[in-house]
């Protein structure tokens, strides 16, 4: 029977070839569409080609890097188009506007798919 040792420098050479080592992921948390509800509020009209409208946020601190979903809808409420549009930066309590090109549709439907939740940190110098 034999056993096969690896040296110091092989064994981190394995290792580096493995690839870099990262830490635990972080958790990201996560809404359902009805939960967003007490945190925003969309606003929207079509003008032209457009749907423009403004994002409403609530909540307490900022969000960022949101995507709206803006979907066109023919006369039994089914989707028959999606655009996506970003709204960079909505602050706490305030609103942001929006503007996006859109297909032709008898109607539309604007939603939140995703942001991030950015604390300000300006803001909770204020506070002490």
């Given at each position: 029977m034999k056993r096969a040792f690896l040296g110091l420098g092989a064994a981190i050479g394995l290792l580096a070839a493995a690839g870099p080592i990262s830490g635990p992921a972080r958790a990201a948390e996560l809404y359902a569409p009805e939960t967003l509800d007490r945190y925003f509020k969309l606003?929207?009209?079509?003008?032209?080609?457009n749907v423009n409208g403004y994002v409403y946020n609530a909540g307490?601190?900022?969000?960022?890097?949101?995507?709206?979903?803006v979907e066109g809808l023919d006369g039994s409420g089914q989707t028959?188009?999606?655009?996506?549009?970003?709204v960079r930066d909505v602050p706490p309590n305030n609103r942001a506007f929006f503007?996006?090109?859109?297909?032709?549709?008898v109607a539309y439907r604007v939603s939140v798919q995703s942001f991030d939740w950015v604390e300000d940190r300006l803001d909770r110098r204020k506070a002490w």
């Open positions: 606003e929207w009209s079509r003008a032209g080609r307490n601190r900022r969000a960022a890097h949101m995507i709206l979903l028959v188009n999606k655009t996506t549009t970003w503007e996006v090109a859109v297909p032709t549709a």
